[in-house]
């Protein structure tokens, strides 16, 4: 752990910060084989994950606040240098307990202000809510991650958009509880994805510092 003086947080350091993906996001993401991290392995990275159960934007619990709280109030733990790549996920949480449009952006706005100042060499992406199609059932989570692809785009984010996959990609039968995947769910999602990120140029690039 290093008290990081330029910015008065403690900060953990990372022998391969710059091989490494920093992963914000909730339960879609906490598991160790989750779809996100699945992705970013497969993309060449290590992943260091903050993501919690039960969080969002909006929504919080009584272990972690919500995305921006967490990241102000030092709930996390962030690494110190520069990680090429922060993904932020989620959405589900704020859907859930009815976060307004106008909630939702404002957080999201902040904490991607927050983690640019942070990290300001640092490519940011954001993967929406994972939900069934709207014409599925995805209600308002389908919504959720509509409303985060038009926050990724006037921030200039890549923005994955993961609101009909659970229809898309028929895992509604790897569902162990209508929302969260069993471990097959996790592999077949992880692999769309990774596909996805691969061809928006997300791999992870060689470190020209580690040239000889």
């Known amino acids: ?3 990081n003086p ?10 391969d910060v ?15 084989g989750s779809w996100p991290r699945e992705a970013l392995g497969s993309l060449g990275y290590k992943v260091y994950s903050v993501a919690r159960g039960g969080t969002g934007y909006v929504a919080a619990t009584s272990k972690s606040g919500n995305y921006i709280d967490a990241l102000q109030r030092g709930d996390w733990v962030l690494p110190y240098g520069t990680p090429p790549l922060i993904v932020v996920e989620g959405g589900g949480n704020d859907a859930a307990h009815n976060a307004s449009d106008e ?14 100042k942070r990290y300001p060499q640092a490519k940011i992406v954001i993967i929406g809510t994972l939900a069934r199609g709207a014409s599925a059932g995805g209600g308002r989570r389908t919504q959720v991650d509509a409303l985060l692809g038009n926050i ?3 921030a200039g984010a890549p923005f994955f958009s993961v609101g009909d996959w659970i229809s898309r990609y028929q895992v509604a039968g790897d569902l162990v509880d209508g929302v969260h995947l069993n471990a097959a769910g996790h592999a077949k999602l992880g692999d769309v994805l990774a596909a996805d990120m691969a061809a928006a ?3 992870l690039q060689p470190d020209p510092r580690s040239a000889s």
């Open 1 to 3: 752990m290093y008290k």
């Open 6 to 15: 330029s910015n008065n947080r403690n900060e953990i350091i990372l022998a």
């Open 18 to 32: 710059r091989r490494t993906a920093v992963l914000i996001g909730d339960s879609q993401s906490e598991p160790m």
């Open 103 to 116: 909630q939702i952006t404002a957080n999201a706005n902040r904490l991607l202000a927050a983690l640019k």
């Open 152 to 154: 990724a785009a006037k």
């Open 201 to 203: 140029g997300l791999r």
